[in-house]
């Protein structure tokens, strides 16, 4: 079994920057997608990011605009999402995914395995 496991999140004033980091353990793991989701109190799951684990091409939601980025470090099994010029609007759970089947997708449903989320909140 895998395990997901992000850390973090915050509380951060607007303007200010965070990196998110999602550790993945468990059986042998080679994810062919890492991925970062978030959602925030009554909206639909979001995509936000996401890597190819084989390479580092990478894939963005439209709202990013340049501010987060996504990054990895493939012998710590590790995934991270740095977000600079953090806007409230920003505030939500941010939920680390691992998809293993090659074929991006934005769509939540076609990721194999999730961490249990970390909170980011951006105060204006």
């Known amino acids: 079994q895998v395990q997901l496991v992000e850390s973090g999140g915050g509380l951060v004033q607007a303007g200010g920057s965070l990196t998110l980091s999602c550790a993945a353990s468990g059986r042998t793991f080679t994810p062919a997608y890492m991925g970062w989701f978030r959602q925030a109190p009554g909206k639909d799951r979001e995509f936000v990011a996401a890597?190819?684990?084989?390479?580092?091409?990478?894939w963005y939601g439209d709202f990013v605009n340049g501010r987060f980025t996504i990054f990895k470090n493939n012998a710590k099994n590790t995934v991270y999402l740095k977000m600079n010029n953090l806007e409230p609007e920003d505030t939500a759970v941010y939920y680390c995914a691992a998809r293993l089947v090659v074929g991006f997708t934005t769509e939540s449903n076609n990721y194999d395995y999730w961490g249990q989320g970390t909170q980011v909140t951006v105060s204006s």
């Open positions: 890597i190819r684990w084989s390479s580092s091409a990478s």
